[in-house]
């Protein structure tokens, strides 16, 4: 049986750091393989939690065992004439660092990408952090609609027996927020939004053809239908960003065995399904979008060798 990367589903640490880098040219696989095998052996000596998730070329290139219908992320662009997208920014490497101790995680990234330096170029880093009991800057608790912790497992890795066995479809985005827009919204509004209490996150029984939830709780028959099964589910490991200038958003991130439940949630999102908008996107919008693959602890063995 494969085995997941840990950082996947272990408790996440306060501070947190994504760096997104691609090849230069000329860049050497050899120089690149040494490199994420010294920040494998820094994370495990500082008790780092490290996921190193790649893209469809440089895992191709690296010569792993490729899992089924890993495609690079396309921009999507909504089909209501309103002009928002969800921007695809697709890049070969992700880092995602994870530690109570904000100096050792910033050390580790940062040895990585000096040593990566020549060969792949950083095109671009979040550092966040988890705000209050799991909240979005929204106000809102994120993370509600996750399965059991006992069932991830069975969720975001792929099975035994298929291409990337012990793997993990990545889908990492950085979405920014209009929070002075989305403040001056009744609370009852935004609770229709997103399709479940502000206080404690309880799920709407009535949910509006517009709400976020309506286009991500996939079922077997209408999405957020209680009535039926869930289906195609992800576990989500989002956290909260600001920048200096202001901004401020939220890190998505988010495991599932396959790719496919990711591109159909965003297709739902932006109306490309012939649905309406989901109005969330009216206050909030990915300015990065990369779809990435987490392999197993063997198959990384194998590549990095």
């Keep these: 049986m494969a085995t997941a990367q840990a950082a996947i589903f272990n408790e996440m640490g306060q501070h947190q750091w994504y760096v997104h880098l691609s090849r230069d040219d000329g860049a050497d696989l050899g120089a690149i393989k040494t490199a994420i095998n010294d920040l494998i052996s820094q994370c495990n000596e500082k008790n780092i939690n490290l996921v190193l998730g790649f893209g469809p070329t440089l895992l191709a290139d690296l010569g792993a065992d490729m899992p089924n219908d890993f495609q690079s992320f396309e921009t999507i662009v909504s089909t209501d004439g309103s002009g928002t997208e969800a921007k695809g920014t697709q890049e070969e490497l992700l880092l995602w660092l994870n530690s109570p101790q904000k100096d050792d995680v910033w050390k580790a990234q940062y040895d990585a990408r000096t040593a990566l330096a020549g060969h792949m170029s950083v095109a671009r880093e979040t550092p966040t952090f988890i705000y209050g009991e799991s909240l979005d800057m929204t106000g809102f608790i994120d993370g509600t609609g996750n399965p059991d912790p006992k069932d991830e497992p069975t969720v975001a890795l792929v099975a035994d027996g298929d291409p990337g066995a012990g793997g993990s479809f990545i889908l990492a985005q950085r ?131």
């Design 175 to 305: 979405w920014v927020h209009d929070l002075d827009g989305w403040n001056e919204m009744s609370v009852e509004d935004q609770e229709k939004v997103f399709g479940r209490t502000k206080a404690d996150s309880t799920k709407l029984e009535t949910q509006e053809e517009y709400s976020h939830l309506a286009h991500v709780e996939l079922r077997e028959g209408q999405a957020a239908d209680e009535s039926t099964p869930k289906r195609n589910e992800i576990a989500r490991r989002s956290t909260p960003y600001a920048f200096h200038d202001g901004t401020v958003g939220l890190y998505f991130m988010a495991f599932c065995r396959e790719q496919a439940p990711f591109r159909e949630r965003l297709d739902a999102m932006y109306g490309v399904n012939g649905e309406p908008r989901d109005r969330l996107t009216d206050f909030s919008n990915p300015a990065s979008g990369s779809f990435y693959f987490a392999p197993s602890e063997e198959e990384l063995g194998k590549i990095l060798k």
